[in-house]
């Protein structure tokens, strides 16, 4: 059974920057899709990033393209998401997700994603 756990949220000044990490415990498929989701409260769980962990098909929201990088290391299990120039809006719950399927891989497909981790909070100060 794969689980996920998500650390390295916290609290930073607008500009700052975080490392978030997902620990993944079971098994994934070496191909799979891994992605990083976030929700606000109030409002709906947006995709934040998605790739493929074998390197294929990365892709970002708009509103982070260019200041959060999604990657996987093989060696640990594990996948981050840096975040640099980070604004207020970009606080909230961040969670990641992984689908084994080889399909499409999105942060805009969630619906995809078969297994969730639990979520680190984020929040970012003006």
């Known amino acids: 059974r794969v689980q996920l756990s998500e650390s390295g949220g916290g609290s930073v000044q607008a500009g700052g920057s975080l490392t978030l990490s997902c620990e993944v415990s079971?098994?994934?498929?070496?191909?799979?899709?891994m992605g990083w989701f976030r929700q606000a409260p109030g409002k709906k769980r947006e995709g934040v990033a998605a790739?493929?962990?074998?390197?294929?098909?990365?892709y970002y929201d708009d509103s982070v393209q260019g200041r959060f990088t999604i990657y996987h290391d093989n060696a640990q299990n594990t996948l981050y998401l840096q975040m640099n120039k980070l604004q207020p809006d970009d606080s909230g719950e961040y969670f990641c997700?992984?689908?084994?399927?080889?399909?499409?891989?999105?942060?805009?497909?969630?619906?995809?994603?078969?297994?969730w981790g639990q979520g680190t909070q984020v929040t970012v100060s003006s």
């Open positions: 997700a992984t689908d084994p399927k080889r399909g499409i891989c999105s942060p805009y497909y969630d619906f995809e994603f078969e297994t």
């Open positions: 079971g098994y994934i498929p070496s191909d799979a899709c």
């Open positions: 790739f493929f962990i074998d390197g294929g098909g990365t």
